[in-house]
């Protein structure tokens, strides 16, 4: 059964930082293109950031680009996203996402297997 579970969400002020990790299990982890996530209340779920399997190659969203990181541990099974310079627009649920083999991007429907999500709030 895949697992995908998210932590290292809460309350942090404007300016701040936070690092999100999600653990995965049950799946081939460096097979899988990792994204995440986020949406915000009575908004669509939308694209944050990717990583390729083998973790050469990112792609971000133009609202956190220059802000956030991705990036991966394969022997852990774990993606991250780090988070900078934070905004009061950055509050959210951030979820994490697996994607087979060369599948993945911005899409959600190119994503199998989803986290539950962490909160993030940001407080101005």
């Known amino acids: 059964q895949v697992q995908l579970v998210e932590s290292g969400g809460g309350l942090v002020q404007a300016g701040g930082s936070r690092r999100l990790s999600c653990a995965a299990s049950?799946?081939?982890?460096?097979?899988?293109?990792m994204g995440w996530f986020r949406q915000a209340p009575a908004k669509v779920r939308e694209f944050v950031a990717t990583i390729t399997a083998s973790g050469g190659s990112t792609y971000y969203a133009d609202s956190v680009k220059g802000r956030f990181t991705i990036s991966r541990d394969n022997t852990k099974k774990t993606v991250y996203l780090q988070m900078n310079s934070l905004k009061p627009e950055d509050t959210a649920v951030y979820y994490c996402?697996?994607?087979?083999?060369?599948?993945?991007?911005?899409?959600?429907?190119?994503?199998?297997?989803w986290g539950q999500g962490t909160e993030v709030t940001v407080s101005s």
């Open positions: 996402a697996a994607a087979f083999g060369g599948s993945g991007g911005t899409s959600t429907n190119n994503y199998n297997y």
């Open positions: 049950g799946l081939t982890f460096s097979m899988y293109v």
